[in-house]
């Protein structure tokens, strides 16, 4: 129950940040906007307005998960909230976790808006259900939690600045884990490829989670496929989040 009040509470913070609206007006334009490019394509307009539609849910909830998650724990520091807090029958694994689960459902709120407007209007293109969204959108949705994970285990023990350059340059990294693998395999040497599987495995392999490409161009995505990367996205939120706990748990606020 502690941990659903800080979740509430954290959802009431967040909606009030002007930060979030500005955002999301922005992702709806930019799916509105695809209405517009579609026209200059013949035979691919229902193609552009999914590929920018899926886009703009990646790119503008992935601004939000960084610019808001990474100030989450500060800002109770800052307004001192926090020595209060600690000093209450709760925990502070609970006090992380209710961060978290905060965050994640004003994503999941901005999430469903802008999938809504996307969903309308490839369905309106078409003239039946773009059911088959559903899947990459909620993906995208898992590859946002964790990017949200990141931003709260840096927000536990640095300023935000640095929070949001950290985390900013994992998400460019786990995006771009596996070419940079492909690239060291085909003309790196010995130890440059040992250091970059190293690396690999480290790193979000946030591409395992983008499956926008393959039904924007209508290829086939295997249940088994979308399980295991389902799978892979959770098991990582769940190691960033016991990270998270453990470094804020042996912080001094003192």
Avoid at 33 to 58: Q, R
Avoid at 129 to 147: D, N, Q, R, W, Y
Avoid at 186 to 191: I, L, R, T
């Amino acid at each position: 129950m502690k941990t659903v009040a800080v979740a509430f509470n954290t959802f009431r913070e967040a909606i009030r940040d002007r930060i979030l609206y500005s955002l999301l007006v922005f992702a709806l334009a930019m799916i509105g906007g695809s209405l517009v490019l579609s026209t200059l394509s013949v035979g691919g307009e229902v193609k552009i307005i999914k590929d920018l539609g899926l886009a703009a849910i990646g790119l503008v909830g992935t601004l939000i998960a960084v610019f808001i998650g990474v100030g989450l724990v500060h800002k109770e520091i800052e307004r001192r909230t926090l020595y209060v807090i600690i000093t209450k029958p709760i925990r502070r694994a609970e006090f992380v976790l209710g961060k978290f689960l905060g965050l994640a459902i004003t994503l999941a709120v901005n999430v469903a808006i802008m999938a809504a407007c996307l969903l309308l209007l490839a369905s309106a293109m078409e003239a039946r259900l773009t059911s088959e969204l559903l899947v990459p959108i909620g993906m995208a949705f898992l590859k946002l939690m964790v990017v949200t994970a990141i931003a709260i285990l840096f927000s536990t023990f640095s300023s935000p600045t640095l929070s949001a350059i950290f985390t900013l340059a994992l998400v460019v990294g786990g995006s771009l884990a596996k070419d940079l693998k492909l690239f060291a395999a085909s003309f790196g040497g010995p130890f440059t490829q040992a250091a970059v599987s190293a690396v690999y495995l480290v790193l979000p392999n946030l591409a395992a989670l983008d499956l926008g490409g393959a039904v924007v161009h209508g290829g086939p995505i295997p249940a088994a496929a979308v399980g295991l990367a389902a799978a892979y996205g959770i098991a990582y939120v769940a190691a960033l989040l016991v990270g998270a706990i453990w470094i804020f748990q042996y912080r001094d606020f003192k």
